[in-house]
Each structure stands twice: as C-alpha cells, then as structure tokens.
C-alpha cells in the first residue's frame, strides 16, 4: 500500500471516478414546500393588495375614464346617456376660450370661460399664498414649539387641533362668526372700525381673505406636525456643539435645524400644492365659493355648473382638465424638487 493511498486520495480519485461511470445526479424537484411558500406569499400579496386595489379602480380610475368619456357630449345628466349629443372638444374649447363658434363666442366667454379662469387663478393664488405665509408661519411656531417650556403638550394639540376638525364643522363655525351681524361685526364695531358693506364673505375685496384666513387656521397644524417631527430627528448634539461655539438660537435653527428637515418642507409644499389644486370642501361650506364666485376654485365650479346647471358633460370635461393639472404639477415637482431627496434615499439603501 502506497503513502497515497494510505492518505485516502486514492480512495477519493477512485469514489469520484465510480460517480462518473454511474451517470449525472438527477435533478432534485421543486419541493411540497416551496410551493406552499409560493401559494401563502401571493395569497398574503392578494389579501393586502387586492382590496385596496379595488377600491383603487372602483374610485379613482372608473370615475376618471367616465368623465373622460362624458365630457366629449353635451349631456344633462337627467335623460339616457344614449340620447347625449357627442360635440367632441367643444367642452374643453369653451372652458379654455369660449368655445369654437365664432357667433357664440363673446356670450361662452362670459359664461363659461372667464369663471374657469377666475376660479384657476383662486387656486394659484391659494398656492403662492400658501408658500409665502403658511410656510413660514408654520415653520416658525414648529421651531418654537419644539423648545421645552411647561405646556408644551397642550399648546401642541391645540394646534393641531383644527386640523382634525370635520371641513363642515369648521366651516358652519366660521359662517356663524362672519355673519354680518356676528361675532367677527361686533368686534369691528368695538374697535372703531367699520366692517365690510356687503358681509365678509360676500365682499369683492374682504371675501377672498377672509376665507385663505380660515383655510390657514384649518390647515397649517399639519405643517406644524409635519415640521415638528423632522425636528425631532435632529442630533441635539448638532445643535449643542453650535451654542458652545458660541451660535444663538435664531442661527442654529437657521443653518443647522432648517436644512436639515428640509425634506420634510418639501414633502408639506408638496401635499399643499395638490391640496389647494383640488380644495373643494371648505370653500363649498363657505356659501360655494361665493355668490359671484368671489373665492370659487376650480372644484366648488365644477360641482355648480355640472349639477346645479345640469350639464354634466361640461362639468366632466372640467373634472378632467383638474386631473391634468394635478398630475403635471405632481409629476413636474417631483422631477424638479423632490428629485434630489429620491436619489439620496436611493444612496442609503444601497
């Protein structure tokens, strides 16, 4: 016997030449187990996933491919969607410039396209209003709030608290104090001022103010819960390093607390951009938008001239163009802004 097969190398070469001359290993199949494992991760995908995806289709899709649908007929909602007259384009025509008959024109401008456009500039004007005082408003009472003084809790959910509150539960409340002969008269009368003529939200000039004011009261405990809690992400020992090296308070929220939750006042923009494009349920509590549409927006028109008018298919075509003026805002702010934020989250997972 020689030293190699003493060490067992040759019994291994001869094992192995053996394996050979029997022919490959047959394929182990996919075993009872996998399968169920299989079965149990799509039945968990379906339990989950699926109602939230009916819901999903049955709310949000359906409606948007039905009133894509009405808005090509000149339709009163009442009579057989059969018997509607198809005018294609003629709905989007009118809203955008008064239509395409040139006898008809000047009267559609009137009557359709300038409220459009007044209602739209409602909601841009919601927006730029919404950067230029709710934000830092916001941002202000978070960045104080978020220092430590007895009460806190307290002072925190009564700011928060509006936000909770049912949108026609606020809005009632609110009819009730600018009332002509309310609460919000009386305290004019007992400073020595006089209140608007026509009613606070009834004026050409007051009416439009008086309703961004109680949509900032309704609304910005969100950004100021949004904002806190960024804060409380931030290292102390940040903001502690700073006040040793001899930084105040203003500077450190300025260059250390700001810039760090600025994703967050990002994602707030955001949710305020869609919010104020699709604002409906205030401003419909508060007299729909005005008698002269004083405060209407784009959704409070829609619902006036598509049931109150009775011409559903003009009301859709309105109901789409509000689609489409959400979706390009979302998309464009995510490309632009949100992006930088996106990649980074990209980074860290990887």
């Known amino acids: 016997m020689t030293a190699l097969e003493t060490s067992g190398v040759g019994q291994g070469s001869a094992v192995d030449a053996n394996a050979s001359a029997a022919g490959p290993r047959p394929v182990t199949p996919v075993t009872n187990h996998k399968r169920r494992d299989n079965i149990r991760k799509w ?3 379906t ?10 289709l049955t709310f949000v899709v359906y409606p948007v491919i039905s009133a894509a649908r009405y808005s090509f007929y000149k339709w009163n909602g009442v ?11 003629e709905n989007y025509a009118r809203a955008l410039f008064g239509g395409t008959d040139p006898d008809l024109k000047q009267a559609f401008t009137t009557q359709y396209s300038q409220p459009f456009w007044e209602a739209l500039g409602h909601n841009f004007a919601i927006i730029g209003l919404s950067m230029a005082v709710q934000l830092p408003l916001a941002l202000l009472i978070a960045l104080t709030l978020n220092r430590k003084f007895p009460g806190r809790p307290s002072v925190r959910v009564i700011m928060f608290a509006p936000y909770v509150l049912s949108e026609v539960i606020a809005g009632v409340m609110w009819l009730i104090i600018f009332d002509p002969n309310g609460i919000a008269t009386d305290f004019m009368h007992s400073i020595g001022l006089n209140p608007p003529a026509g009613g606070w939200l ?6 439009f103010w008086v309703v961004f004011f109680i949509i900032t009261w309704k609304y910005i405990g969100l950004a100021i819960i949004l904002f806190l809690a960024g804060l409380s992400g931030v290292p102390e020992d940040l903001q502690e390093a700073a006040s040793i090296d001899g930084a105040s308070w203003w500077q450190v929220q300025w260059r250390i607390n700001i810039p760090l939750i600025g994703p967050t ?4 923009a955001f949710l305020s951009l869609i919010g104020s494009i699709q604002l409906f349920d205030m401003v419909w509590v508060l007299n729909q938008g005005g008698t002269t549409g004083q405060y209407s927006t784009i959704a409070t028109y829609m619902m006036q001239i598509g049931f109150f008018r009775s011409d559903w298919g003009y009301g859709s075509a309105i109901a789409v163009i509000m689609f ?12 632009v802004v949100l992006r930088n934020d996106n990649t980074d989250r990209i980074r860290k997972a990887r």
Request: proline share 2%; hydrophobic share 65%; no cysteine.
């Open 202 to 207: 009834e004026d050409q000039t007051w009416a």
């Open 79 to 89: 009579s057989q969607f059969s018997d509607a007259e198809f005018i294609g384009f």
């Open 43 to 45: 039945g968990e995908i």
């Open 324 to 335: 489409f003026i959400s979706f390009a805002v979302a998309v464009a702010y995510m490309l």
């Open 265 to 268: 006042i990002r994602i707030w």
């Open 47 to 56: 339990l989950f996933v699926g109602p939230a995806l009916v819901l999903f």
